[in-house]
């Protein structure tokens, strides 16, 4: 195939990005404008702040099916403590929380090498009762409702906190996987873990680490849909898991490990807040926004899979997570 | 490869054609349940249809029953700067910092079918639609007339946390107490508004309890149906105890002509949709409303079973 | 140079498995400047000394010196720091990593937690360049051929600047010349003081490079001698404690027509025109340094990869393949080069695996396969070839390689193929086995079988193989015959000295 | 000779490869019966009328629906395919089109279609899986997205009601006091281990999830048994969503949600590795029990519905766990 194309899957992440943004500006009146940004931007924070945490696990090899009911127990964490803690500590206390639950993923991976997909999928079940135990299944409210509002603020006509903490978060995940040695590792270990290990790097180690901070920022998107909505609520992010490994696959991050990108995951996560903030403005219903993103997730894999092909390797290797 | 990568924006142009154009009309922002819900689908078509005739244009959007989700929907309805925000609430409290948002950008926000914990009452104009709560009150004044004001109860509740749920079971659970019956409920189980896991569960409670079920009040029709299989299932011809559900779907009307169910309550989703899409146009109009605007909510017995016309 | 001061002192090393004794008493002594070659059949404790040397066993008994000092070593990483590396058989690599980043990983060049890539990148081609590799360090490993990898390995372990540095079996997968390159370099770290342990089954390489060898045999230490007071056929005798004469018999066997006709075959990419055939009661040899698209052509006519361009023809009437099963129907078998990956399924019984490709045949109208008559078969080729444990019901993986090969040998040959293609059927198999397995080959052409083999041992092709091509970078050389064929003159058509290109056959 | 190469190796690959693990096979599904038998022994001294066959007859049921896909997913996991994910949108796609059809082409016919459709689901699946090479969990996950979608345009979204009760009442017959619904389950899982355990496409499953490119080397049709695998799955949730939605006479779009998860945790606790190669439909089966058994007391004894996805969480983790355990000690 021609450079052009070669050069068009490679950046396809891009390229089909710029299409969504083209089609929805030629089609969506008043689409292209900076209200819209800002929108698309805090919309993508939430499941973007997850996908890092997922970017740098997948890379790994592991997979965290348990990022919503964490999601979840963090915020309510972070609103249950207000009264005791004051805002800020019990805040702090979420994460906490969601860095905790990273840490029993961690354990039951890899110090009793359960598949990532079971024990998370144990844990996922188990955090979420966990949600509904602490609240008694009724969401709690928070203290403060100014304060909730003040953090939906858009500063430079574009940022809202949470956007902005994610746009820098990305960033700074980008200049860590391509610029440092334990990035580096991060992707070895997934490649091939036990090489890594014969090359005096400890896999498990980094592993764990992995899922503890997938965890962590799980957690801190809980505390922070929390305060926005001022609520702690046992059925948060029920429907989020697969919505950020969509994000994050779409971006061009492997499930089996060794290869993904923070900037692919940026992509993936604007495309997918693009098309849905469009389609919201056309009311398209919200079965066919599944439909349309669906097709993108299944497009995208299959590209990646055309792009792969020309490598060595035999076309359909058993895919192993 | 290139047609592959041309096709993409062939669909997404194609979905979004295929909805509604943008017109320079009065628009109101509706943020509902889902688009896909026997309840709501009515409901929606029905606001939509009237607001054709008020000459309003609607910008619908579907949660899709995720609270987070409806969050951030109204922030973009700000953002689109609608003139009018119709918010189903699936939370009592997680929208208010966007409802307060809205009434900063001076878009006025009314709730539809499900109520908002009182601090909503600030940002918002009015709540039309049925009081789950009131439901919840007049389930528990039907049964406990079936019952005679004694006896044990299962409740089959909805999703655990969901508005609705909580407002159905603790209106129950409260006008139980305040009329002082001796009704005693023997378990609440969460079947999420599911037939076949209120099936599941029926079975469990009715091998556990037996006859001490001498009543039911299950949070929706669908749920009561789960109860009366497993009844027959457990022991076919035994008549079920007295049973209560909401929502007065057709086959529940067919469920109290036969007996197998005592009774149910309508709430008409067309009577929904039309109350909340009437009252957002008054107040574009700049008329004042009331802050509470029920929809008529009728009980159904055997005895008005064939004057009153199904919800759905 | 018996004054060099003692690298490695290891004494009475043993190690138990639960229920195996792996080895015992073993004493190693290897000086600083000079080769050690360990030899030994598979089995004989070669794989678990060196996992033991190199951290990943520890020893159930004696103790390690490294230059004088007593050492526990718990893991890898703590030989790594008593500057011991190791070059493993299987790749120790990682694909989806640059050239660089390999040769540098675990120890990449840091600053403050950063690393500068332009000076890693320019190390690793300062390293490669030594080594006379000439590979692109900013390539991604996994696009590599296997023998570019392979030295790879090698680079990662001499960036380390190791003390010991322990080579297995690092010539599996090189050719003959990038053999003789790796040596030169070897002689050079030997020279540089570094101590350097080789494991190889090629006495021949050993002999070659070795100062000193030591034989081990089921697990105990039988002799260290200096490499100059011992010939290949004393070592074999050491090894496996008997005399093995003519180590490649070449049994008679009459030739008959022609049965595999290849024509001009290519896959536009790895080989292309490719043209030999194959008659009944005939082997061909298949040979050429490795990376030569040997392997690509088998797979290709086995199905595994798609052909672009020529025909393949079985008993004169051509044939179209489009996967394996179309293959085994043709009559075509292929017993692939890499066992453990391509060849066994290790949690499967050696029944299940030698049934696999004809269950069909077994199997009743409603698909259930008949126990008894798979019992039987299995059972058949347990026998004849009398894989050890005779018991079909083993789980293969616990076989040993010989064995493990006997049984994916016997999966074809339940198929009754025309022609067989066996891709380095004896590698990492000791030579008892190798022996055994030739005898099975021979018996096959014997009763009229036609039989591709592919092997870079030119010892083994120049003794078994009726008539013999050769390849280089995916060409073909005209089919020659073994009468005055010389191990010298297969060398240089395989690295395009002599060249005699196959359009014209 | 033992070769102390090939146990050196076989320490780094599953276990089960190790001479061991036929005892610890036996032991890890002794466990399991023991485990099964604990809840029995435990549920009767609770509660009275746990051990009442009216009780049995209700487990039975209830596992009925989702034990048929269990079938299906013990194929998917064997061949080394993970999980599919389609499973709710299949469920949905069968019992909304068995009773939608009702009145067009009759109750039959209309099954047999939404049978097929949700096996066609499987179809693609198998393809973009065992064709393509895509990561199953992706694959299934698009595809569950886009027919859930689809099955919801479809019908508008509303319940769709049944037309025919003859359809129901077949359903909820009962054979000699054992329900329909529960003699059409037992009858696939027998039919799932005939073909898993005794005919040639089993074993190419088994084959091609223990060692992918082995198996493509020794003629076995690998895309294609990786392909199929996903389409009994299809079929199998189809088939379990028509019998839903002939016990209920009626179905809405989510009716299938949660299936896919309750399916793979029955397969996962029945000891089936999720790495491929290996588990067996009786297997399965004896999780899917336990499972059930264990939630049927729980519900008797009254533990709050959320508690129950608490216990059912530590208990997939604590069964792979302990079978990872028993596994490491057959080996060293």
Do not use: Y
């Given at each position: 195939m021609s450079a052009f194309v070669s050069t068009l899957l490679r950046y396809r992440v891009a390229v089909i990005l710029c299409l969504t943004l083209a089609a929805a500006t030629l089609i969506v009146p008043g689409f292209a404008s900076l209200t819209t940004l800002s929108l698309g931007l805090d919309r993508g924070s939430t499941i973007g702040l997850i996908a890092i945490g997922l970017t740098v696990l997948l890379i790994a090899g592991q997979i965290d099916l348990s990022v919503g009911?964490?999601?979840?127990?963090?915020?309510?964490?972070?609103?249950?403590?207000?009264?005791?803690?004051?805002?800020?500590w019990a805040a702090l206390a979420g994460v906490l929380a969601g860095t905790a639950?990273?840490?029993?993923?961690?354990?039951?991976?890899?110090?009793?090498?359960?598949?990532?997909?079971?024990?998370?999928?144990?844990?996922?079940?188990?955090?979420?009762?966990?949600?509904?135990?602490?609240?008694?299944?009724?969401?709690?409210?928070?203290?403060?409702?100014?304060?909730?509002?003040?953090?939906s603020e858009i500063y430079l006509e574009v940022f809202t906190v949470r956007s902005g903490l994610f746009l820098v978060s990305i960033l700074a995940l980008h200049v860590w996987l391509t610029r440092t040695v334990a990035g580096r590792n991060l992707f070895a270990v997934g490649s091939n873990a036990l090489s890594a290990e014969a090359s005096g790097i400890s896999a498990g180690r980094i592993m764990f680490l992995s899922f503890v901070f997938a965890s962590t920022l799980a957690g801190v998107a809980g505390v922070l849909q929390s305060l926005v909505t001022n609520t702690g609520s046992p059925v948060y992010g029920s429907e989020l898991t697969v919505a950020v490994i969509a994000a994050v696959v779409v971006g061009g991050t492997r499930l089996e490990g060794g290869r993904g990108s923070a900037l692919g995951t940026l992509g993936g996560v604007l495309t997918i807040a693009a098309l849905t903030t469009a389609m919201e403005f056309q009311s398209v219903p919200a079965y066919m926004q599944q439909v349309a993103s669906g097709l993108i997730l299944i497009l995208l894999v299959v590209l990646d899979r055309t792009v792969r092909t020309g490598r060595r390797k035999p076309a359909a290797a058993p895919a192993h997570a | 490869m290139i047609g592959k990568t041309a096709r993409l924006p062939a669909a997404v142009a194609a979905i979004l054609l295929a909805s509604t154009a943008f017109a320079s009309a009065k628009t109101v922002c509706y943020v509902t349940a889902a688009d896909s819900h026997a309840y709501a689908t009515p409901a929606n078509v029905a606001l939509n249809d009237r607001a054709k005739e008020l000459g309003i244009e609607i910008l619908s959007l579907s949660q899709n029953f995720d609270v987070q989700t409806g969050t951030e929907q109204v922030s973009t309805c700000i953002a689109r700067k609608a003139d009018g925000i119709i918010l189903w609430p699936l939370d009592p409290q997680a929208y208010i910092p966007a409802l307060a948002r809205a009434k900063q950008a001076n878009i006025p926000a009314i709730l539809i079918n499900s109520p908002m914990a009182e601090q909503a009452n600030d940002f918002i104009k009015s709540f039309t639609g049925p009081d789950v709560y009131e439901e919840g009150k007049l389930a528990a004044d039907s049964l406990s007339e079936a019952m005679k004001g004694e006896g044990a109860v299962v409740v089959i509740a909805g999703q655990a946390g969901n508005g609705t749920t909580i407002g159905r079971v603790g209106g129950f659970v409260d006008r139980l107490k305040e009329i002082g019956s001796k009704i005693e409920v023997l378990e609440t189980v969460n079947a999420d508004f599911d037939q076949q896991k209120a099936l599941v569960a029926s079975r469990d409670l009715i091998t556990r309890f037996g006859d001490k079920i001498t009543g039911v009040y299950a949070n929706d029709d669908?749920?009561?149906?789960g109860f009366i299989d497993a009844w027959k299932e457990a022991n076919?011809?035994?008549?079920?105890?007295?049973?209560?559900?909401?929502?007065?779907?057709?086959?529940?009307f067919d469920s109290i002509r036969s007996g197998e169910m005592y009774s149910t309550i309508v709430q008409s989703p067309v009577e929904d949709g039309k109350l909340a899409i009437e009252t957002m146009a008054e107040i574009l109009d700049g008329k004042e409303v009331k802050a509470r605007l029920p929809i008529p909510l009728t009980v159904v017995t055997k005895a008005n079973v064939e004057t009153v016309q199904p919800a759905f | 140079m018996p004054s060099a001061a003692s690298a490695l002192h290891m004494r009475g090393i043993g190690k138990v498995f639960p229920g195996v004794k792996a080895l015992s008493g073993v004493d190693l002594a290897v000086r600083f400047g000079t080769v050690h070659a360990i030899v030994g059949e598979n089995g004989a404790g070669k794989s678990t000394l060196m996992k033991i040397l190199s951290g990943a066993y520890a020893p159930t008994t004696g103790t390690i010196e490294v230059a004088g000092t007593e050492v526990r070593m718990k893991r890898p990483a703590d030989a790594q720091k008593l500057g011991i590396r190791m070059v493993?058989?299987?790749?120790?690599?990682?694909?989806?990593?640059?050239?660089?980043?390999?040769?540098?990983?675990?120890?990449?060049p840091k600053r403050l937690g950063f690393f500068d890539r332009g000076g890693m990148v320019r190390r690793a081609a300062a390293i490669l360049a030594e080594l006379g590799a000439a590979i692109d360090p900013q390539q991604r490993l996994g696009d590599l051929s296997i023998s570019q990898q392979q030295l790879v390995e090698i680079a990662k372990a001499y960036a380390a600047e190791p003390r010991i540095i322990v080579l297995d079996e690092p010539t599996s997968s090189l050719s003959e010349h990038e053999t003789v390159a790796l040596f030169r370099i070897l002689r050079k770290m030997r020279d540089a003081g570094i101590a350097i342990i080789y494991i190889s089954h090629r006495l021949k390489e050993v002999l070659d490079i070795a100062d000193e060898v030591t034989v081990l045999r089921d697990g105990a230490m039988i002799e260290t001698r200096p490499a100059s007071g011992i010939t290949a056929a004393e070592m074999i005798r050491l090894m496996v404690g008997r005399e093995v004469s003519n180590v490649f018999p070449k049994t008679p066997s009459t030739i008959g027509r022609e049965v595999l006709r290849v024509r001009g075959i290519g896959d536009g990419e790895r080989f292309h025109a490719i043209s030999f055939d194959v008659r009944a009661g005939e082997i061909l040899g298949l040979t050429g340094l490795v990376g030569a698209g040997r392997t690509e052509v088998a797979r290709a006519i086995f199905g595994l990869a798609p052909l672009t361009s020529g025909t393949v023809e079985i008993d004169g009437a051509p044939v179209t393949i489009g996967s394996p099963a179309a293959a085994a129907r043709a009559g075509i078998a292929y017993v692939p080069e890499d066992r453990k990956g391509d060849g066994i399924m290790p949690a499967m019984t050696v029944r299940e695996n030698i049934s696999l490709p004809v269950l069909r045949r077994l199997a009743n109208r409603f698909g259930r396969v008949r126990r008894g008559a798979e019992r039987e078969l299995a059972g058949t080729y347990v026998r004849k070839f009398s894989i050890v444990p005779p018991d079909g019901e083993r789980r293969i993986g616990l076989l040993s390689g010989g064995n493990q090969q006997k049984a994916v040998i016997s999966r074809w040959l339940a198929t009754d193929p025309k022609v067989l293609i066996l891709d380095e059927p004896t590698r990492g198999v000791d030579v008892g086995a190798k022996a055994e397995i030739h005898g099975i080959i021979g018996q096959l052409v014997a009763n009229g079988m036609a039989v591709v083999m592919i092997s870079s041992e030119l010892p083994e092709i120049m003794g078994v193989c009726d008539r013999v091509v050769v390849m280089r970078d995916g060409r073909a050389s005209v089919p020659l015959a073994r009468e005055g064929l010389t191990e010298e003159r297969i060398m240089a058509l395989a690295t395009g000295e002599e060249s005699a290109e196959g359009e014209a056959a | 000779m033992t070769d102390i190469a090939a146990?050196?190796?076989?320490?780094?690959?599953?276990?089960?490869?190790?001479?061991?693990?036929?005892?610890?096979?036996?032991l890890s599904r002794a466990g399991l019966t023991l485990a099964i038998l604990a809840v029995i022994l435990y549920g009767s001294l609770a509660n009275p009328v746990f051990f009442t066959a009216g009780n049995f007859v209700n487990v039975l049921m209830s596992m009925s629906i989702v034990g048929i896909v269990v079938v299906g997913m013990t194929f998917v996991l064997v061949v080394g395919g993970m999980a599919d994910l389609s499973v709710p949108a299949t469920i949905a796609c069968g019992a909304i089109l068995s009773l939608a059809l009702q009145s067009y082409i009759g109750p039959v016919p209309a099954f047999a279609v939404a049978v097929l459709l949700a096996g066609l689901t499987g179809l693609v699946n198998g393809v973009l899986v065992g064709y393509v090479g895509i990561n199953p969990i992706i694959a299934t996950l698009g595809m569950g997205t886009i027919v859930l979608g689809i099955v919801q345009a479809a019908v508008g979204g509303v319940i769709v009601y049944g037309t025919d009760p003859s359809s129901a009442d077949f359903v909820k017959s009962r054979i000699l006091g054992v329900p329909m619904i529960a003699v059409i389950f037992i009858a696939i899982a027998i039919l799932g281990n005939f073909v898993l355990s005794r005919t040639f496409w089993g074993r190419w499953t088994i084959a091609t999830g223990g060692n992918y490119s082995a198996a493509q080397a020794s003629a076995v049709p690998v895309r294609a048994v990786r392909a199929g695998?996903?389409?009994?799955?299809?079929?199998a949730a189809g088939f379990s969503g028509g019998l839903l939605g002939l016990t209920l006479q009626s179905a809405r779009p989510l009716v299938g949600q949660g299936y896919e998860f309750s399916a793979i945790t029955a397969v996962v606790v029945g000891g089936v590795s999720i790495m491929g190669g290996f588990g067996s439909i009786p297997r399965a089966m004896a999780g899917l029990v336990f499972v059930q058994l264990l939630t049927n007391v729980m519900v008797?004894?009254?533990?709050?519905?959320?508690i129950q996805g608490f216990v059912l969480g530590l208990l997939i983790a604590g069964a792979v766990a302990l079978d990872i355990a028993l596994r490491k000690r057959g080996v060293a």
């Open positions: 009911s964490v999601f979840a127990v963090s915020g309510i964490v972070g609103i249950m403590l207000q009264p005791a803690l004051g805002m800020g639950a990273g840490v029993v993923n961690g354990f039951l991976v890899v110090a009793l090498r359960i598949n990532s997909l079971v024990a998370t999928l144990a844990t996922m079940l188990v955090f979420r009762s966990v949600a509904h135990w602490m609240t008694a299944s009724q969401p709690i409210p928070g203290n403060d409702i100014m304060f909730s509002i003040t953090l | 669908t749920m009561a149906r076919s011809g035994k008549p079920t105890p007295p049973i209560v559900g909401i929502n007065g779907q057709r086959d529940a | 493993h058989q299987e790749l120790n690599l990682v694909p989806d990593l640059t050239v660089a980043e390999n040769i540098f990983l675990g120890r990449m | 146990m050196g190796q076989t320490t780094k690959d599953a276990a089960r490869f190790s001479q061991g693990s036929r005892m610890v096979g036996m695998a996903f389409v009994i799955t299809g079929f008797l004894q009254g533990v709050r519905t959320p």
